[in-house]
């Protein structure tokens, strides 16, 4: 713990200098806060990670030498300081360095992120929300979220995004947790409704929160879904952000209906000018009972996700704007990172699922710990089974293997969380089979005609203790 504390006041000094000399020489600058990242890393990272981003920021037709640029020019350089220091040093550094120890200590999936409803009230009725199988009355209160927080830093645990319902109508309670925990660092995915110029101010105040605003596409295809009014309310919040140089990104639902939209060169082009710095994408799941099938994306479309991807992030090619989609990006992260392997999700009744997707649980923040919860049968059986295919085109164990999800509730008893509307697990699996059938050849194609990063996971069946015990593939 003093290690940290002088890593984080050495870091500090040297990021305060050089921040403040950044207008001088940003391209210099910049080259070395990613040396002291390189530094202060030891060997938790590869060497190459930080190489990459120097070659880049030495090319100035190269796009990320853009996206550097426009990071410290369009951020509050007190912000820029207090977030790099919560994700760079929090939940990159010592986080890392702490899940991978306890993984190995408690031999048990151990998040290097979590997910928290704060409330399920939300001022919106998004066609095909899986939030509002949740119902409107339940919150965690801030002492529980607080224990989470704790709970979870002792793990490795210093990211957490926070999800609804309308997570900023809890707003306060959230900047709290911001100012009570500076080694971690808070995301919350937000209609924008409720963002305002005292917010913005809070926002700088804290310095280790950021905001991913739900988007998608045109001002037609986003209110298709959204209702009416939406897009407008969503482009005066960024705005608003843009104009106080406030950290936020987008989170975008990709359907059958929108995805021409939501990755065209428009739309892109319309985010980066409006000061969006990330832009979070979520292939559409049938979650719920409510839920439209038809609004899956297609092969086809998901095969145009992988390639547009690879397009968008090419240094020649894409644009000043870091995109992530949590369904085709299963090649970089070893397939699906749910059951707490990456990240877990706890609803607003404090029930603790594998997957802000999957509505099951055999945990509750009210009668386990969260060290208990993953070492309970449902997170145990993630462990013992992940991943669920070694073609990490197809990560899913409910969208793409939904036979995996099947065998899982039913040898774990875990029970449905949907509050309202309670659904079994064969009627979700049922949604997905037509699909999973349709994307398994062309997910196969792409996998063999393709080549794919290492993400050098070690998996629990690759262990000496799973040899061992000959803990087998649930589903053969």
């Not at 919040?237 to 140089?245: G, S, T, Y």
């Not at 609803?347 to 009210?366: K, L, M, Q, T, Y």
């Not at 899913?396 to 509050?419: F, H, Q, V």
Request: with cysteine.
């Amino acid at each position: 713990m003093i290690r940290e504390k002088l890593q984080w006041v050495g870091a500090k000094f040297v990021l305060d200098r050089t921040l403040r000399y950044i207008d001088k020489n940003p391209q210099a600058n910049i080259i070395k806060i990613i040396n002291i990242a390189d530094k202060v890393s030891g060997k938790t990272f590869p060497k190459k990670t930080f190489e990459s981003f120097r070659n880049a920021l030495n090319d100035k037709d190269n796009v990320w030498f853009d996206y550097a640029m426009k990071y410290v020019n369009n951020i509050d350089r007190d912000n820029l300081e207090k977030m790099f220091l919560s994700f760079a040093l929090g939940a990159g550094l010592h986080g890392t360095k702490a899940v991978r120890e306890n993984r190995e200590k408690y031999k048990c999936n151990i998040p290097w992120l979590m997910l928290l409803d704060p409330t399920s009230a939300c001022n919106m009725r998004c066609k095909g929300c899986w939030s509002a199988e949740y119902g409107h009355k339940l919150n965690l209160t801030y002492d529980e979220m607080n224990s989470v927080v704790n709970q979870g830093v002792e793990l490795g645990t210093h990211l957490y995004m926070f999800t609804g319902g309308e997570p900023l109508i809890r707003k306060d309670d959230i900047l709290r947790l911001c100012r009570e925990h500076k080694n971690c660092t808070f995301l919350a995915y937000t209609n924008a409704t409720l963002v305002d110029q005292k917010f913005c101010d809070d926002m700088k105040e804290v310095g280790n929160l950021s905001l991913a605003l739900s988007i998608e596409g045109s001002e037609d295809s986003n209110d298709f879904r959204r209702g009416e009014g939406a897009y407008a309310r969503t482009m005066a919040a960024m705005d608003l952000l843009k104009k106080n140089k406030c950290l936020y990104g987008i989170s975008v639902c990709y359907t059958s209906k929108n995805i021409d939209m939501v990755t065209s060169d428009e739309f892109i082009d319309k985010m980066v000018d409006k000061g969006v710095m990330f832009a979070l994408y979520f292939n559409y799941m049938p979650v719920g009972t409510n839920a439209v099938e038809e609004l899956i994306p297609t092969p086809e479309q998901r095969t145009h996700m992988y390639f547009w991807l690879k397009k968008m992030r090419n240094g020649k090619t894409g644009k000043p704007l870091f995109i992530m989609d949590f369904q085709d990006d299963g090649e970089y992260v070893g397939g699906c990172i749910a059951g707490g392997r990456n990240y877990f999700h706890i609803n607003s009744a404090g029930d603790i699922e594998p997957c802000v997707f999957i509505h099951f649980s055999d945990a509750n923040i009210r009668t386990h710990t969260i060290l208990e919860a993953l070492r309970n049968p449902l997170f145990m059986c993630y462990y013992h089974n992940q991943p669920f295919n070694d073609n990490h085109l197809r990560p899913c164990p409910m969208l793409e293997n939904p036979e995996y999800l099947r065998k899982m509730i039913k040898l774990t008893g875990a029970k449905s969380t949907d509050l309202e509307n309670q659904e079994g697990v064969e009627n979700l699996c049922a949604k997905c089979e037509k699909f999973a059938a349709a994307w398994k050849p062309q997910a196969d194609k792409l996998w063999a005609e393709n080549k794919h990063p290492n993400p050098k996971t070690q998996y629990y069946r690759d262990t000496e203790q799973a040899m061992k015990e000959k803990i087998n593939d649930i589903v053969k």
